[in-house]
């Protein structure tokens, strides 16, 4: 795929339930056709991001893509969860460490997991855990 996906991908890329770029459309919106699902972006676009941050030498953005395409079949709320409680003082270890076991047993999220474990592992030694 070429960067800008957007631009010059369109016929490729697909939303998470697999709807068209070019299929999302105001007046399908307007007809009732797309669900909030059908705008959300799929991990294969996720991953030929993370692909072309990777060929263009950014491999910090590749791991961000990737670990943004684990992501994509985690509930929202899971997600918002996630967020709170990797704010500072919001956490015991135990708690962030249950939060990657669940990220990795139940959705499979092997690289957000890991992030998890690395903050938990950094907020211990910085003393901001609860």
């Known amino acids: 795929m070429q960067y800008p996906l957007g631009e010059l991908e369109k016929e490729r890329i697909t939303s998470k339930t697999g709807k068209k770029l070019t299929d999302i459309t105001l007046d399908e919106v307007m007809k009732n056709h797309i669900s909030p699902d059908d705008i959300k972006i799929s991990k294969e676009i996720l991953r030929a991001q993370g692909q072309v941050a990777k060929e263009n030498g950014n491999a910090p ?64 030694k910085r003393g901001i855990l609860l």
């Open 61 to 124: 953005m590749e791991k961000n893509f990737e670990r943004a395409a684990e992501l994509v079949d985690v509930p929202d709320d899971v997600i918002l969860k996630m967020y709170d409680k990797l704010r500072p003082n919001r956490s015991t270890k135990l708690e962030l460490v249950m939060m990657a076991q669940e990220l990795l047993e139940k959705y499979n999220a092997k690289n957000c997991a890991k992030l998890v474990m690395e903050a938990a592992e950094v907020y211990e």
